[in-house]
């Protein structure tokens, strides 16, 4: 385990500066030097390896892989400079479309000065890039996302305009703007004595265990949605529930609330729709399991909230 277990997507970097979102004008950016670019594939980041190690690659205002960006979003300022995400997505899926993944991919191979870039996994390569970059790449495409999943009014089907650099559009027809929308999600550390509860959904890696969590529906606060979430999902009662951290988490746009919780109850009712299993384990395995010496189970991987809550429960910080 690290020192200090830390969460991914949370460095404190960006000044979102949202009075230069208005005065965003296209041609303009292109032509200062001292902006960074990253770019994505429908929400995947151009990464770069060097010496096994990856990082987000920020090109040069005028690289040619700019050219086919369809979306361009003003992040903010980060160290000062202008920090710009853009997004290559495919319009149309018919077979004829030569602007796939692998088009791009192969061009980039092709040139000399990329051939060590691909576009990552962001979820996949949540460690494996420096802190600062999974936050900014979580930013991106937390944006992305949200643009490419809202591109039509929701009331009367109209192309949306899209304004303040990506982070507002607007429907002419309804008078009607819309604004990048999170979804919160508690994620539950729930004990008994010298045990907690880890589950796996169906969509799960294989033999991967993390703690409970659900979205908080329409009426509810962060405690109600907590009890529900674990009454529907293994039949227990809950008590005691306190906050102790969060994570934004853009997969697609989540805001994960981490609490703990204590419980009395020990026997499972497990709603197999939602969970493929859910097991008590002790505090000492629970160990050996973070440590990767367990076979049979996988651990939250480090840098989420679940990791967290799990690792400080084990150092007893929490
Ligand atoms: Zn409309």
């Known amino acids: 385990m690290k020192d200090n277990p830390y969460l991914v997507f949370n460095n404190e970097i960006l000044d979102r500066r949202a009075d230069l979102r208005g005065h965003w004008e296209v041609d303009s950016y292109v032509k200062k030097n001292d902006e960074l670019n990253i770019i994505f594939f429908e929400g995947s980041p151009l990464l770069s390896t060097q010496n096994e190690q990856s990082s987000l ?84 495409r937390a944006l992305i996302e949200w643009n490419l999943n809202n591109r039509h009014c929701s009331r009367c089907g109209l192309f949306l305009i899209l304004l303040n650099c990506g982070w507002e559009k607007r429907c002419e027809n309804c008078n009607k703007n819309y604004f990048p929308r999170i979804d919160p999600v508690v994620i539950i550390l729930i004990t008994s004595g010298n045990k907690t509860l880890l589950g796996r959904s169906h969509q799960f890696p294989e033999k991967l265990y ?16 907590a009890k529900r979430e674990i009454q529907e999902e293994v039949g227990l009662k809950i008590s005691n529930i306190e906050y102790v951290t969060n994570q934004p988490w853009p997969f697609p746009s ?12 020990q026997s499972l009712n497990i709603d197999h729709k939602e969970l493929e299993d859910a097991v008590w384990i002790r505090k000492r395995e629970l160990q050996h399991l973070l440590e990767g010496k367990c ?8 840098g989420t909230i679940a990791r967290h809550l799990l690792e400080s429960w084990v150092r007893g910080t929490i």
């Not at 993944?101 to 060590?116: A, C, G, L, T």
């Not at 993390?210 to 949605?225: D, K, Q, R, V, Y």
Request: proline content about 4%; overall charge negative; some cysteine.
């Open 57 to 140: 690659a920020y090109l040069f205002y005028d690289h040619w892989l700019l050219k086919y960006a369809n979306l361009s979003i003003f992040l903010g300022l980060y160290k000062g400079r202008h920090l710009y995400a853009h997004d290559i997505f495919i319009e149309q899926k018919d077979p004829g479309n030569k602007n796939t993944k692998e088009y791009f991919e192969e061009k980039i191979q092709k040139d000399p000065s990329m051939v060590r870039s691909y576009f990552g996994n962001l979820r996949t390569d949540l460690t494996n890039i420096p802190e600062d970059d999974s936050t900014l790449a979580g930013t991106g």
């Open 254 to 265: 989540s805001l994960m609330i981490g609490l703990k919780a204590t419980t009395d109850e």
């Open 295 to 302: 076979k049979h189970m996988q651990a939250a991987r480090p």
């Open 210 to 225: 993390s703690c409970l969590a659900g979205f908080i529906e329409p009426g509810e606060t962060i405690e109600m949605a």
